[in-house]
């Protein structure tokens, strides 16, 4: 079945450090890809999607990129800013079917 | 930005009664869904929606869990009887329904936490 990895963490940077969050999948077919951000205290927010290979799906200064020969869409951001702290999920949608799968999410604190 | 909104945000029940969680997905959008997050795990698709009737749900929903949009905004889940392991932060989920189901995202509530003593 559908299966996505990711870094548990914590991930703990500095602010203005550069962020990667690795996620790779296990799909058949041509699955969508998204990442969620969860804030404390609040629920999952789509951050950006991705709907075929080397699509990038950008907002709020992160990036990801739709690699389909590693299987794999890394978060990346250049700067990060202590207002970026959260959960992040890394998640698939497959074409026919209509549950998400979700990776672990790997939680982030960026430190002044 | 439209929302999909959930209530109550934190349900505390006792075990073996029922619940009800509450949710108001956006409100042009066709599909719903459930989701849950017991602690420290993944978050599990329990079942979709559609058209008033289910379309495809997981194997944790088993007849304990329903689901009803019993008006033209609402949509809940019931957990029958509920035990100790139904403790977990549930999620409701909607999506357009229209085109490629694949290419929609799916926009989230910010869950309700249900504890079970």
């Known amino acids: 079945g559908d299966s996505v990895t990711q870094m548990e963490g914590p991930v703990t940077l500095s602010e203005e450090a550069f962020l990667t969050i690795n996620c790779t999948y296990t799909?058949?077919?041509?699955?969508?890809l998204f990442w969620y951000v969860q804030y404390p205290g609040e629920g999952l927010q789509l951050l950006l999607k991705a709907t075929k290979a080397d699509d990038k799906g950008s907002n709020k200064g992160f990036e990801a990129t739709y690699r389909k020969e590693t299987t794999s869409f890394h978060l990346e951001k250049g700067s990060v800013q202590v207002s970026d702290s959260a959960v992040y999920f890394c998640?698939?949608?497959?074409?026919?079917?209509?549950?998400?799968?979700f990776g672990i999410g790997t939680k982030l604190q960026v430190i002044p | 930005e439209p929302e999909v909104t959930q209530t109550p945000s934190h349900q505390v029940t006792q075990m073996g009664q029922e619940v009800i969680l509450r949710c108001v997905p956006i409100s042009n959008h066709l599909y719903f869904y459930w989701y849950r997050q017991i602690l420290g795990q993944k978050v599990e698709f329990l079942v979709s929606?559609?058209?008033?009737?289910?379309?495809?749900k997981s194997e944790i929903f088993d007849d304990q869990f329903s689901v009803e949009r019993p008006d033209g905004s609402n949509f809940t889940l019931k957990i029958r009887s509920t035990k100790l392991e139904d403790s977990a932060m549930y999620f409701c989920a909607s999506s357009e329904g229209t085109g490629r189901l694949s290419n929609q995202p799916q926009h989230f509530g910010d869950g309700t936490r249900l504890s079970i003593l």
């Open positions: 799909a058949t077919g041509y699955p969508s």
């Open positions: 929606f559609y058209n008033n009737e289910i379309s495809e």
């Open positions: 998640a698939l949608l497959h074409g026919g079917y209509q549950k998400v799968t």
